[in-house]
């Protein structure tokens, strides 16, 4: 076996040292916020085996290093965010403000520059709305804002088009989950944490952007 086909593997590996970091920065961040961290099977090995597996399949397309390196910082972003926000019904400013803040500076070398900015203030607009119409409507906390910065940053991340379609996947996935939520405990009552699924179509989308490098 070559070093070429060596590579996607060890970078699997690296992927899940950098998910058990993801876990134990969770974990300190969830006592920070005054929240006790569960210890369950699904919480504590979920992010490094999804980093591992993340990173492996990011490393099979042929781009730069440097290339990678940055979308694997995206990915543990979007891996932190599926588990905490599955944990904890929460999405954290001091995840989500670095995060924006390094995708506003990638965004600006694309081009147009202007896009990834339009981009990001325009999802993050559109879920305030779908926030706002929905608390109304229902009474209740139909989006979080932490859904609401997460489009954002999925925005600034991702351009106009790749946006739509992660946003797309996010929905759809979160709609057959919803059902399938219903069938299970036959009933309308509950909800779901909308985050998971919004930043699984974001690291769908992210490794298709990346194939176009």
Same mark, same amino acid.
């Given at each position: 076996?070559?070093?070429?086909?060596?590579?996607?593997?060890?970078?699997?590996?690296?992927?899940?040292?950098?998910?058990?970091?993801?876990?134990?920065?969770?974990?300190?961040?969830?006592?920070?916020?005054?929240?006790?961290?569960?210890?369950?099977?699904?919480?504590?090995?979920?992010?490094?085996?999804?980093?591992?597996?993340?990173?492996?399949?990011?490393?099979?397309?042929?781009?730069?290093?440097?290339?990678? /390196?940055? *979308?694997?910082?995206?990915? @543990?972003? +979007? =891996?932190?965010?599926?588990? &905490?926000?599955? $944990?904890?019904?929460?999405?954290?400013?001091?995840?989500?403000?670095?995060?924006?803040?390094?995708?506003?500076?990638?965004?600006?070398?694309?081009?147009?520059?202007?896009?990834?900015?339009?981009?990001?203030?325009? /999802?993050? *607009?559109?879920?305030?709305? @779908?926030? +706002? =119409?929905?608390?109304?409507? &229902?009474?209740? $906390?139909?989006?979080?804002?932490?859904?609401?910065?997460?489009?954002?940053?999925?925005?600034?991340?991702?351009?106009?088009?790749?946006?739509?379609?992660?946003?797309?996947?996010?929905?759809?996935?979160?709609?057959?989950?919803?059902?399938?939520?219903?069938?299970?405990?036959?009933?309308?009552?509950?909800?779901?944490?909308?985050?998971?699924?919004?930043?699984?179509?974001?690291?769908?989308?992210?490794?298709?952007?990346?194939?176009?490098?």
């Amino acid at each position: 076996m070559n070093g070429v086909s060596l590579f996607p593997l060890l970078w699997a590996v690296v992927g899940a040292a950098a998910g058990w970091l993801v876990r134990w920065g969770s974990v300190r961040l969830a006592r920070l916020e005054g929240l006790e961290p569960g210890s369950k099977r699904w919480q504590v090995l979920g992010p490094p085996i999804l980093c591992a597996i993340v990173f492996g399949v990011f490393a099979t397309e042929p781009v730069s290093f440097q290339y990678l /390196a940055l *979308l694997s910082v995206f990915v @543990l972003v +979007l =891996v932190q965010v599926i588990f &905490f926000d599955m $944990e904890h019904r929460l999405i954290l400013d001091r995840v989500m403000f670095p995060a924006m803040a390094l995708a506003l500076i990638v965004s600006l070398f694309h081009q147009p520059w202007w896009a990834g900015i339009a981009t990001g203030l325009a /999802a993050g *607009l559109l879920f305030l709305l @779908l926030a +706002l =119409v929905g608390s109304a409507i &229902f009474k209740a $906390e139909a989006l979080g804002f932490g859904d609401v910065k997460l489009a954002l940053f999925m925005g600034l991340l991702l351009g106009p088009l790749p946006t739509i379609t992660a946003l797309f996947y996010g929905v759809f996935l979160a709609g057959v989950v919803s059902v399938g939520y219903i069938i299970w405990h036959r009933s309308l009552k509950g909800s779901i944490a909308y985050g998971p699924y919004l930043a699984a179509g974001a690291l769908i989308v992210l490794y298709q952007v990346g194939r176009g490098q």
